[in-house]
Nanobody
Framework: QVQLVESGGGLVQAGGSLELSCIVS????????MGWFRRVPGKERESVAA????????LYADSVKGRFTISRENAKNTVYLQMTSLKPEDTGGYYC?????????????????WGQGTQVTVSS
């Protein structure tokens, strides 16, 4: 059974930075495409970024392009989301997820395993 555990969330002022981490256990993370999603109460879940199993391809939502970077260290079974120039609208619960797809993909329905999430709050 695959388990995903996120960390790194917190409270930060607008313009600040945070780095989220997601540790994968139960199966080598190199088997999975990985993604980061966020959810704000009252809104639909939003795909933020995705990365292919080998890390060679990454995709981003338009709202975070140029500000967020997804990366992975398969030797550590860890995926990261570096967030810079944070805005209040980036506030939400951030979740990492794993997919058996062999490509980076932003479609939430393609992800089969999810972490419990970590909260990011950006104050104005």
């Amino acid at each position: 059974q695959v388990q995903l555990v996120e960390s790194g969330g917190g409270l930060v002022q607008a313009g600040g930075s945070l780095e989220l981490s997601c540790i994968v256990s139960g199966r080598p993370s190199s088997s999975y495409a990985m993604g980061w999603f966020r959810r704000v109460p009252g809104k639909e879940r939003e795909s933020v970024a995705a990365i292919s199993p080998g890390g060679g391809l990454s995709l981003y939502a338009d709202s975070v392009k140029g500000r967020f970077t997804i990366s992975r260290e398969n030797a550590k079974n860890t995926v990261y989301l570096q967030m810079t120039s944070l805005k209040p609208e980036d506030t939400g619960g951030y979740y990492c997820a794993a997919s058996d797809m062999h490509i980076a993909i932003m479609t939430a329905s393609r992800y089969t395993d999810w972490g419990q999430g970590t909260q990011v709050t950006v104050s104005s």
